[in-house]
């Protein structure tokens, strides 16, 4: 496939919204804020202008921010996604919270299993169009070879197409929002003003410190064992 194919790819995708109404939408949001294993297998397929213009866009694109974020590398919860709206005028920061509090009530209303076939169908339905968009270009230019490779890599991803959270993610969907969070927790770590405690308190792997962001850490110990001066040192 030619160096330009991914340029008609994207232009054929950013007018798509997705065919739901209201309801499901917000149903979608509210399944996207609840379900880790879902979260991640949808966090490089639903793009937040399938939303349109509206708040749910926002929302979904807000969701993509947080988990970004070295520290979090996970989803909101809906508690800390209205958190992320907080600098907005009162009016608007409102609007949010209600719009997040009706997709999570949403998602009692309207299944996982409904929102993840239909979801599906029409992840398949947008590969089908941005194939046969791209192809047509680059059977205009008599990219003949890069079409062909570019078909058969395009059938394979509209077949495996899924945001089904029952079916196993890879160790690369994980591995991000598992691994990549202790090295930064790790790297992070600030010193109790002793190397014992430190490796202590993380297992041997606090090198350069043993308190971890987000971590509660208490120190325990025999009546008269130094408790005091290990507490001066934190």
Not at 1 to 6: A, G, K, L
Not at 56 to 76: A, D, S, T, V
Not at 188 to 207: H, I, P, Q, V
């Amino acid at each position: 496939m030619d160096e330009q194919s991914p340029q008609v790819f994207e232009e054929v995708v950013t007018d798509q919204i997705i065919p739901f109404d209201e309801r499901k939408q917000e149903a979608v949001i509210g399944h996207l804020i609840r379900d880790e294993v879902f979260f991640l297998k949808a966090r490089e397929q639903i793009k937040y202008h399938w939303f349109g213009k509206g708040i749910r866009g926002e929302l979904w694109e807000k969701m993509l921010e947080f988990y970004n974020i070295p520290q979090y590398k996970r989803r909101p919860t809906a508690e800390e996604l209205k958190m992320m709206f907080g600098s907005l005028p009162m009016d608007e920061a409102e609007e949010h919270y209600r719009e997040i509090d009706r997709c999570m009530l949403m998602a009692n209303h309207i299944g996982l299993d409904v929102v993840v076939r239909e979801c599906t169908a029409w992840l398949k339905t947008v590969l089908i169009q941005e194939a046969a968009a791209t192809l047509m270009k680059m059977y205009k230019n008599h990219q003949i070879e890069p079409a062909t490779k570019y078909a058969e890599d395009k059938l394979a991803a509209i077949k495996n197409a899924d945001f089904d959270p029952v079916k196993t993610i890879s160790f690369a969907d994980t591995k991000t929002s598992v691994v990549d969070r202790m090295i930064w927790r790790r790297k992070n770590a600030c010193t109790t003003g002793s190397t014992l405690y430190d490796r202590a308190l993380l297992n041997g792997e606090g090198k350069e410190g043993g308190l971890a962001p987000g971590d509660f850490t208490v120190i325990l110990g025999a009546i008269s064992q130094d408790k005091k001066i290990g507490r001066a040192h934190v």
